[in-house]
Structures are given as C-alpha cells and as structure tokens.
C-alpha cells in the first residue's frame, strides 16, 4: 500500500511536464490529493490539490494558469500537468493523499497524512 510520484526530469524554461501521483494497494476515490514542492533551503509548500470525492480543485495563486491538476480513477492516479515552467519552479515534488481537506490545504507534518510518496525531481535549467 503506497503512493508513489513520478514524472519528474530535466526540462528547459518555457518547457512542460507532467507528473503522475499513483496509489497501489488502495483507492483513490475517497481521498483529498495535494501536491507539494520543496526548493533547495525552503519550506515545503503545498501547490495545488483535487478532492476525489467530488472532484474539486484547489492551487496556489502564483501557480493558477500554469498548472493543472487531474486525475484519471480508473488508472487510480492524480496528475500534475505544468507548463511554462521557469527555474524557480525547479524543486522535489510530492504527493500525499488523506481523508482530511484541511490537512492537504492547510499543511501538516508528513507522517500526519495517510498516504505521504516519495518524491520525484523536477529541474528546469537551461
């Protein structure tokens, strides 16, 4: 039973990606799923989420027109479509999934959440 993130590389500025946050050994379905980023010497921050529930979504101001998050429940996975990336968006990329809205919006301490996955990077440089 595990979350797990992936998609992550090396793009140049201007470029895209997309991230892929899949639960094994669970449903997704009725869970709160949140992505976040840590930049080398910040905080962890949380960027964007989708209530599986019902559907809706949540991002970050600075991100709203850059990012997409999504979700396909058949492949029991959430994605992070993220276009015109810049260097400032380079960081490690997680994912969490937890029953509690608040948790994923509000933030909390990574073993707090239910399902927590391991990173991937995202780099962009040219």
């Known amino acids: 039973v595990q979350l797990q993130a992936s998609g992550g590389g090396l793009v140049q500025p201007g470029g895209s990606l997309r991230l892929s946050c899949e639960g094994s050994?669970?449903?997704?379905?009725?869970?709160?799923v949140g992505w976040f980023r840590q930049a080398p010497g910040k905080e962890r921050e949380g960027i964007a989420s989708?209530?599986?529930?019902?559907?809706?979504?949540y991002y970050v101001d600075v991100l709203k027109g850059r990012f997409t998050i999504s979700r396909d429940n058949a492949k029991n996975t959430v994605y992070l479509q993220m276009n015109s990336l810049r260097s400032e968006d380079t960081a490690v990329y997680h994912c969490?999934?937890?029953?509690?809205?608040?948790?994923?919006?509000?933030?909390?301490?990574?073993?707090?959440?239910?399902?927590y996955g391991q990173g991937t990077q995202v780099t962009v440089s040219s």
């Open positions: 969490a999934a937890d029953k509690n809205l608040r948790k994923i919006r509000l933030g909390a301490k990574i073993y707090e959440y239910d399902f």
């Open positions: 050994g669970f449903s997704l379905d009725n869970y709160v």
């Open positions: 989708i209530d599986n529930r019902d559907g809706r979504t």
